[in-house]
């Protein structure tokens, strides 16, 4: 019988300031271990010439990509872009029109949409939407790593398509 897969909450968020800017993204894995104990992990950086999306991005494929082994995943976001590429199957479509969008124009962040189907292939995922800046508490930790991220003076290049 296979193992059962291990269950993990994911939050995460993007930030920039400017757009394209100095950015952030954080993230936040949870977990409990067999004595019902919850772990946590916050995994956050900061980029130059960035934008906001490519933030939200980043911050969903870092926490997939921080997995060991394939889990069951609920990624809390409060990025409109992300949930509604997977939840308006906008991404079945990008992928069937060769990464073009409905005006027949090139998906943007493309790097990053292929490099996130990547990391979710292994995962049982489940998306969920929150309000932004609303009082969720891992919402509100995961803006404030990437606000902070996004302030650091030794930011890496994510360059913009």
């Not at 894995?29 to 004595?35: A, F, G, Q, S």
């Not at 930790?141 to 290049?157: E, G, H, I, T, Y």
Request: glycine fraction near 6%; hydrophobic fraction near 35%; include cysteine.
């Amino acid at each position: 019988m296979p193992e059962e897969k291990m269950f993990v909450e994911m939050y995460t968020d993007g930030a920039c300031s400017g757009n394209p800017g100095n950015g952030g993204y954080g993230c936040i894995l949870r977990y409990k271990d067999k004595n019902s104990k919850y772990h946590e992990k916050e995994l956050t950086q900061g980029f130059f010439n960035t934008t906001n999306n490519r933030m939200e991005l980043m911050a969903v494929i870092v926490g997939l990509e921080a997995l060991k082994k394939p889990c069951r995943v609920t990624i809390t976001s409060d990025s409109k872009y992300f949930i509604d590429a997977f939840e308006q199957k906008w991404i079945d479509l990008w992928i069937k029109n060769n990464w073009k969008n409905a005006s027949k124009k090139a998906v943007k962040n493309v790097d990053l949409w292929k490099r996130l189907l990547i990391a979710m292939k292994n995962h049982e995922v489940n998306l969920v939407w929150v309000k932004g800046h609303n009082g969720h508490e891992f919402n509100e930790r995961c803006d404030k790593l990437a606000q902070n991220s996004s302030k650091n003076p030794q930011l890496k290049d994510n360059i913009i398509e």
